[in-house]
Structures are given as structure tokens and as C-alpha cells.
């Protein structure tokens, strides 16, 4: 008798000594009996008894063994009948779900049970199909076994493939395919899977949970937002253990709500999520898994600052989780430090390249690495505006930045083309230039140089700087010689001119944005233009896929020299008013359609004319394909009013941002 099955006779015999000295026939009678009254521990207790006594009693290691193999213990019915194959399957399923279920503290190590599972039940698989006379149940047993080890350890397109090919499957093995189907972004046929899954076994708890990711990746947000809201309320605070108080805390009901939150995030609800969250974070400070959804909620709301300490603290936490260099690796990329970030996504592709939120990292971090290309077209057709008209025309404007070239430094080229008719004669205007961008976590500043020609060539000099204060305010500021913002008229009239200006920004959270600023263009005809702009922007609804603002805006100037070849008021006014609607039509993963409206009216008040109304309509698509990729396109419809005199507008509008 080996010392493994030794060892379980010896410890069900401690559990009843007064039975020490029944003879063995008696206690084989009790065994037969308690199995006929389904008293299954009450037999292998009288096992053990006989097994004590004689150790070779065939009946008694059968007994037991039979009772252990109907009891998930077919490692220790091994120690007591050997390993036929059938029982050999028993023991290597077993290791599969030791291998998923206690794993190694040690990320780099967390497969080890499951790859030891999976080399076992292919050792068997093999010794079967090498036998003519193997139990075709046993065969296709194993290989469901083996399907649920390679999901663990995530060889998710062998788990499709075997899936497919033993359909129809059972339960855990049909949850093991939803799993695979959710990972290869299959999740129409995963949400199919994991009902499948709950038809069988309704309380089901991971596939609960699976069936709401597949519902957000599908994008069924508002009922995904039901689904996660039923789990929680099916989960107490706390458990009873057997014929007790519900005293024992439930951890699935810290999850469920973590995750009701979480889909709020993911579903356009940012401020419903973080309401949600902060009560389990103030809750459960030591938590890590609350603070990297903190985070998380942070980073969705606009305040990295904010997310990068709650990382900080998941970090100091639980400082070796894979869910945790995934955090503080984002929250590098969202700050701008892309050296920390690189180092941090190398570290995680070596560590878990399966991992999804891994290889999101790896497409973030090239994408913010490699060349940037942003290039807008926009061509305009105007009637009316008596002697100040602009015609017809067009704007062409692209920036190209660099690849770092020292830690923070980037060289960027910028190219203008820009066309119009007033009635004075055609006049254009083509523009070169060329510097170096900086960008900090907090600071992103350039100068550069440019060389233009056309109707009136120039040299100039720029220079741009932009800090973020903290998560909410913004200072930013601008200044060039021979300035892009004069007029194109005034170039006909050989004007030139150089701008100044500065912004300061406040933004509350994602639903609250307000804005001011002063600018100054110095005519080299001795004018001087000072301008005054204030803005809110305030969310006015907040849905999955949709939400509405509304927006107001004002607006003054002044002309030291009035009059002359271009509009120089000697002062206006305007304030208008309006509504931005922006609906997501489609996403599928990073690819997305969004159709975008917007309208303003208002009033523009100019010294010496009648108050008249203007107005702007923009309707526009945006196509997003990966995160290198967006294509913009619209159009727009404006009024705007010079010396009393409307005119009105129509522009097209072609965009594009590449990284490359």
C-alpha cells in the first residue's frame, strides 16, 4: 500500500477511533450501507477502517477509490487502483484546473501548472489514438479537457478549432469556446455561447461576467449596463456559512460592482462610473484592483495627473501584477514620457504577449513613436459681402512631425496653400516652414521658420507654447512675424503683419470646458487689432453613443486705424450661442464612424452699422480605421456680415491624421 493511500485510511480512521476494533466484515457492512442511504463520506470512513486493518482488502481500495473518483479526488483513487487511462484523464483535467486557478505569485511563471496539465493530456491523447481499441468517449473527453487547458493558456485559435470540430460541447467546455470566441473579437458568437453556457447553469458566475464583455464589445452598451446591474444585485455583501449569519464578506460582490462601474466607462458614462467607484475605493483603500479602476475612471474623465497617482498607488499595492504594469504603462503613454513607456511596454511584450491589453499598448506606443502626419483641405465658396467679399477660394494646410530625435524633441514642417477672389484681383498665399517641437509631460512648445510667396513673399518666425498647469487649467500662447492670421486682402495692398496672442483654459471634468483669450495683429500700415474671445462648453446629455453639448462664445476687437483695403471695424461685438450633437453610428474594436452636427446663431454688432444676425452649420463624418488613421470629412454653411453687408458661405472640409 503506498503512503498516499495509507495516509487517507490513517486520517479517516483518526476521525472515528471508537471504531478501531469493529472486525472488517462489520465495517464493510456499514460502508454497503451508508452507499445504498447515498452517505458517501460515512463509507469512505469504513474504508479507511478496513484499509487500516488490511491494507490489501481489494474491496475497500475499490470502494474508496470509487467514492474519491465521484468526488474530484482521482489522484488519491490512483494511490489505491493505479491509472487506467480513463482515470489518467480525471488526473490531468484535475491539473488543468489547478493550473487556471492557483497560479504563482510570479507573473513570468503563471502557466506552468496549466503547460504541465496540457503536456499530460497530450501524452494520453497520443497513447489513445495509438490504441485501435480506446474508448471514442474517453478520446473526445480528453480533448475537451485539453480545449479548456489551452484556453488558460490562452492558445485561444486551437480552442476555436477543437470547439468546432467536437460540437455540440457541454457547458464548461462551450464556456471555454465563448472565452476563445471574446478573445479572437468574435462577439456576436461568443454572447451566443455564453447564453448557451447559462441555459445549462444559470448562477454561473465567469460567465455572467463574460457574457457582459461581449455585450460592450459588440457594442449593446445599454444592455450591458442591465446585465452587469443584475449580476450586482444578485451578489449579498456578505455570505452565511452552513447554518450561520451572513457574517463572511463576498468577494464576488466587490467585483460586480467594480465591474457595473467600469461598463459605465467604457460606455460613454464617466461620471455615473466614477460616482460608482469612489464609494469601493474610499471603501477598501487597500485594494488594488479599485484604485487601477480609479485610474482607469480618471484617465476617461480628462485628468491623467489624477489617473498616474491612482496608479501609483495600485503599484504600491500590488507591484508584480500584470493588470498594474499595464496601468502605469498607459498612464506613461498618455504623459507624454514615451522612453518610460517603451521600456515599460518591452518589459509587458516579453512578459504576456497574448495579453490584449498588452498588444494595445504595442499599437499606442507606435503610433505615438512614428512619424505624425495632420493635413486639412478645406475649398470655400462665398456670395455677397459687398466691397469686402472674399470669393471663392481655398485653405490647404499640413503638418508633418518627426520621430524623436533626442528624448522629448521632434522636428516638424508645416505647408499652407491658400487661395481667394476678392474684387480687387485674385491673391495667394504659399508657405513653407520648418523647426523643432518640444513635448513634456506638462509642456509642449515649437519655433520654426517659414518662407512664403505668392502675392507678397515674406520671411517670418514663430513660436507656439502650450502648459498644462494641472488636470483642469491650461495656459497657452503664440506669437509669429509675418503673421498667417492677416488677411489675404491686406497682401494685395503689400501689408504684412505679425500676431501675438494668449489662452488660458479651464476644464472642470468631460462635461464642463471654459475658455478666454486676447490676441494682438500689428499691421505694418501702423494698424493694431486687439481682439477679446471668451467660451463655455457645457455636456448637456451623455449616452453610449451619443452625447450633446452646448456652447456659447464671445467675441470683441478693436482697430487702431480703421478703414483701409481690409475689414478693420473700429470695434465689433458678437456672442452666439449653439449646439454640438456627436453620434457614434459604428465601432467595431478601433475602427468607428462618427457623424457630428453643430449649430450657431447669433448677433454681430459693428461701430456704425444696424445689429445684424450670423450663424454657422457644420455637419461632418469621421473615420477612424486603427490608431494611426482617421479621415475627417464635411461641410459647412455660414453667414457673416462686414460694413452691414451679409455674405454667405459654403466650405467643404477633407482631413486627415496619419501616423506613420
Same mark, same amino acid.
Given at each position: 500500500m503506498t503512503r498516499f493511500a495509507w495516509g487517507i485510511a490513517a486520517?479517516?480512521?483518526?476521525?472515528?477511533?471508537?471504531?478501531?476494533?469493529?472486525?472488517?466484515?462489520?465495517?464493510?457492512?456499514?460502508?454497503?450501507?451508508?452507499l445504498k442511504d447515498g452517505r458517501s463520506w460515512d463509507a469512505l470512513r469504513a474504508y479507511g477502517e478496513v484499509l487500516r486493518a488490511e491494507p490489501d482488502n481489494a474491496e475497500a481500495r475499490a470502494g474508496a477509490a470509487d467514492i474519491l473518483d465521484r468526488n474530484r479526488g482521482s489522484h488519491g483513487a490512483a494511490a489505491l487502483t493505479g491509472v487506467p487511462d480513463w482515470r489518467a484523464g480525471d488526473m490531468a483535467a484535475a491539473r488543468v484546473r489547478w493550473g487556471a486557478e492557483v497560479r504563482p505569485e510570479e507573473v513570468a511563471r503563471r502557466f506552468e501548472g496549466t503547460d504541465r496539465a496540457i503536456a499530460d493530456l497530450d501524452a494520453l491523447l497520443a497513447k489513445l489514438k495509438a490504441d485501435p481499441?480506446?474508448?471514442?468517449?474517453?478520446?473526445?473527453?480528453?480533448?475537451?479537457?485539453?480545449?479548456?487547458?489551452?484556453?488558460?493558456?490562452?492558445?485561444?485559435?486551437?480552442?476555436?478549432?477543437e470547439a468546432e470540430a467536437l460540437a455540440p460541447l457541454p457547458a464548461y467546455a462551450d464556456q471555454a469556446y465563448a472565452d476563445a470566441l471574446l478573445y479572437e473579437r468574435r462577439p456576436e458568437a461568443a454572447l451566443a455561447a455564453y447564453d448557451r453556457v447559462l441555459a445549462q447553469d444559470p448562477g454561473n458566475i465567469q460567465a455572467l461576467y463574460g457574457r457582459v464583455f461581449a455585450l460592450v464589445e459588440q457594442e449593446s452598451l445599454s444592455e450591458a449596463f442591465a446585465s452587469a446591474d443584475a449580476i450586482l444585485q444578485d451578489q449579498p455583501r456578505f455570505r452565511a456559512p452552513a447554518g450561520g449569519p451572513a457574517t463572511n464578506p463576498n468577494p464576488e460582490h466587490g467585483y460586480a460592482a467594480q465591474l457595473a462601474a467600469?461598463?459605465?466607462?467604457?460606455?460613454?458614462?464617466?461620471?455615473? @462610473?466614477?460616482?460608482? /467607484?469612489? %464609494?469601493?475605493?474610499? !471603501?477598501?483603500?487597500?485594494?488594488?484592483?479599485?484604485? &487601477? #479602476?480609479?485610474?482607469?475612471?480618471?484617465?476617461?474623465?480628462?485628468?491623467?495627473?489624477?489617473?498616474?497617482?491612482?496608479?501609483?498607488?495600485?503599484?504600491?499595492?500590488?507591484?508584480?501584477?500584470?493588470?498594474?504594469?499595464?496601468?502605469?504603462?498607459?498612464?506613461?503613454?498618455?504623459?507624454?514620457?514615451?522612453?518610460?513607456?517603451?521600456?515599460?511596454?518591452? @518589459?509587458?511584450?516579453? /512578459?504576456? %504577449?497574448?495579453?490584449? !491589453?498588452?498588444?494595445?499598448?504595442?499599437?499606442?506606443? &507606435? #503610433?505615438?513613436r512614428g512619424w505624425q502626419l495632420s493635413a486639412e483641405l478645406r475649398p470655400t465658396w462665398n456670395d455677397g459681402g459687398g466691397s469686402f467679399a472674399s470669393g471663392e477660394g481655398y485653405d490647404f494646410g499640413a503638418t508633418l512631425l518627426s520621430p524623436e530625435v533626442a528624448p522629448m524633441l521632434r522636428l516638424l514642417a508645416r505647408v499652407d496653400l491658400a487661395e481667394a477672389a476678392p474684387p480687387e484681383g485674385r491673391v495667394t498665399r504659399n508657405r513653407v516652414g520648418g523647426g523643432v517641437q518640444v513635448r513634456t509631460p506638462d509642456v509642449e512648445a515649437s519655433l520654426y521658420a517659414t518662407r512664403s510667396w505668392g502675392t507678397l513673399p515674406e520671411t517670418g518666425v514663430g513660436a507656439t507654447l502650450a502648459v498644462e498647469l494641472d488636470d483642469q487649467w491650461t495656459w497657452a500662447a503664440q506669437g509669429e512675424i509675418n503673421s498667417i492670421e492677416l488677411p489675404m486682402r491686406a497682401l494685395l495692398a503689400d501689408i504684412s503683419g505679425d500676431s501675438a496672442s494668449t489662452s488660458l483654459t479651464w476644464r472642470r471634468d468631460e462635461r464642463l470646458r471654459v475658455g478666454a483669450g486676447v490676441s494682438w495683429l500689428g499691421y505694418s500700415d501702423g494698424n493694431d487689432r486687439v481682439a477679446l474671445n471668451g467660451y463655455a462648453v457645457q455636456q448637456l446629455m451623455a449616452r453610449p453613443h451619443f452625447d450633446l453639448s452646448g456652447?456659447?462664445?464671445?467675441?470683441?476687437?478693436?482697430?487702431?486705424?480703421?478703414?483701409?483695403?481690409?475689414?478693420?471695424?473700429?470695434?465689433?461685438?458678437?456672442?452666439?450661442?449653439?449646439?454640438?450633437?456627436?453620434?457614434?453610428?459604428?465601432?467595431?474594436?478601433?475602427?468607428?464612424?462618427?457623424?457630428?452636427?453643430?449649430?450657431?446663431?447669433?448677433?454681430?454688432?459693428?461701430?456704425?452699422?444696424?445689429?445684424?444676425?450670423?450663424?454657422?452649420?457644420?455637419?461632418?463624418?469621421?473615420?477612424?480605421?486603427?490608431?494611426?488613421?482617421?479621415?475627417?470629412?464635411?461641410?459647412?454653411?455660414?453667414?457673416?456680415?462686414?460694413?452691414?453687408?451679409?455674405?454667405?458661405?459654403?466650405?467643404l472640409m477633407v482631413g486627415l491624421r496619419q501616423a506613420l
Open positions: 486520517l479517516l480512521a483518526a476521525a472515528c477511533p471508537a471504531a478501531a476494533a469493529t472486525p472488517v466484515p462489520q465495517l464493510l457492512d456499514a460502508a454497503r450501507a451508508a481499441a480506446a474508448d471514442p468517449q474517453l478520446v473526445r473527453r480528453v480533448r475537451l479537457d485539453r480545449m479548456v487547458g489551452l484556453r488558460d493558456r490562452v492558445r485561444m485559435a486551437e480552442v476555436i478549432a467600469e461598463v459605465r466607462l467604457w460606455g460613454n458614462r464617466p461620471t455615473d @462610473g466614477t460616482a460608482r /467607484l469612489t %464609494p469601493l475605493a474610499d !471603501g477598501a483603500p487597500a485594494n488594488s484592483s479599485f484604485r &487601477r #479602476a480609479m485610474a482607469g475612471a480618471y484617465s476617461a474623465r480628462g485628468w491623467p495627473r489624477r489617473a498616474e497617482a491612482e496608479a501609483q498607488v495600485a503599484a504600491s499595492l500590488d507591484p508584480d501584477s500584470l493588470a498594474t504594469g499595464i496601468a502605469l504603462a498607459d498612464s506613461a503613454l498618455v504623459r507624454r514620457r514615451l522612453g518610460e513607456a517603451e521600456e515599460r511596454i518591452e @518589459g509587458l511584450v516579453a /512578459l504576456a %504577449p497574448e495579453s490584449r !491589453g498588452v498588444q494595445r499598448l504595442e499599437q499606442e506606443l &507606435r #503610433a505615438a456652447r456659447v462664445d464671445l467675441y470683441a476687437s478693436w482697430n487702431s486705424r480703421p478703414g483701409g483695403p481690409y475689414f478693420a471695424p473700429t470695434s465689433d461685438f458678437s456672442a452666439s450661442a449653439g449646439l454640438l450633437a456627436q453620434h457614434v453610428a459604428w465601432r467595431r474594436y478601433e475602427k468607428s464612424f462618427v457623424q457630428a452636427f453643430s449649430a450657431d446663431a447669433g448677433v454681430y454688432d459693428q461701430e456704425g452699422y444696424d445689429r445684424s444676425w450670423i450663424g454657422v452649420v457644420r455637419y461632418e463624418h469621421r473615420w477612424r480605421h486603427d490608431p494611426w488613421t482617421e479621415i475627417v470629412y464635411g461641410v459647412s454653411v455660414d453667414r457673416r456680415v462686414y460694413d452691414g453687408v451679409a455674405e454667405n458661405g459654403v466650405a
